[in-house]
């Protein structure tokens, strides 16, 4: 599986910004992660049947799928500083409910897109 993520950049504080993630195949379980500087690297979003979201980003950013064209999105909405990072999409045939915010669950990355949210 191939997993490439486009649409990162630099925005202000408050703005929008979309990010897509484009797969080679279609798997169970697609996912967002992201890195902070200095920081390990963390789960944003992921969908199973179901969607799921990490309580900083809930309310804010939206995560969807479109299986016929094999693709991911993340919508995020009132972009804080924060949410600077760099952001990663990932991929998991074997994922399971319990372990789908762990990063260890995942055994397909792509490459990441910076986001860089100015204040």
């Known amino acids: 599986v191939q997993l490439q993520a486009f649409g990162g950049g630099l925005v202000q504080a408050g703005a929008s910004l979309g990010l897509s993630c484009a797969a080679s195949?279609?798997?169970?379980?697609v996912a967002w992660f992201r890195q902070a500087p200095g920081k390990e690297r963390e789960f944003v979003a992921a969908?199973?049947?179901?969607?799921y979201y990490a309580e900083s980003v809930k309310g804010r950013f939206t995560i969807s799928r479109d299986n016929a064209k094999n693709t991911l999105s993340l919508q995020m909405n009132n972009l804080k500083p924060e949410d600077t990072a760099v952001y990663f999409c990932?991929?998991?045939?074997?994922?399971?409910?319990?372990?789908?915010?762990?990063?260890?669950?995942?055994?397909?990355w792509g490459q990441g897109t910076l986001v860089t949210v100015s204040s």
């Open positions: 969908i199973r049947w179901n969607k």
């Open positions: 195949v279609r798997t169970t379980a």
């Open positions: 990932a991929a998991s045939n074997t994922v399971i409910v319990s372990t789908i915010t762990k990063e260890t669950a995942y055994g397909y």
